[in-house]
């Protein structure tokens, strides 16, 4: 079984974690565990601290994505996520990012970067709004066990929210990196 990130780097378990805190505990732990630190060590300790180095740069990566540190914490607490596990997404959310998406694929076509950015800030609402409610969820989750699975499951639509944000912001963030590499003459003003 995976160790928990939180442990492994040291940190409290919670959502709105002080990422700079977590940057120095990993700068820290990667230091110690450094090749170099174990050059004249057995051949078996140089892998053990390997492997403890790669369970540090992946508990990193997990902390600092706010979708893969809600996924730890949900876990934490016992709760699944992922499609299986996770609420459907509401047919409102399902309809607004379809929607956003056709309007993305539209000016994309026009090479509209100015629609592209309002598209991407109407969006980043969505994910903000759906931070919120995960970190308000975490922070009230510190209660009985029956209490916090209530809260934890009503917040967890918002998880799913957040996927969709990051999905359109990734084809967002693909769009612009292809016209910056187009040539100077298709660029839009």
Known sequence: MARCPFDILGVEPRFDLDLKAVAENHRALAKTLHPDKHAGTSASERRLALGHAIDVNDAVRVLKDPIKRAEALFARFGLGTGEVSEPKPSPALLMEMM?????????????????????SARVNATKDAALVKLSEAFRQADCTPNERTSILLAALPALGELRYAKRFADEVAAFEEALEDSPNQDRPT
Request: charged share 50%.
């Open 99 to 119: 929607e956003a998406r056709e309007e993305l694929a539209e000016a994309v076509r026009k090479r509209d970067i100015a629609e592209v950015r309002s598209l």
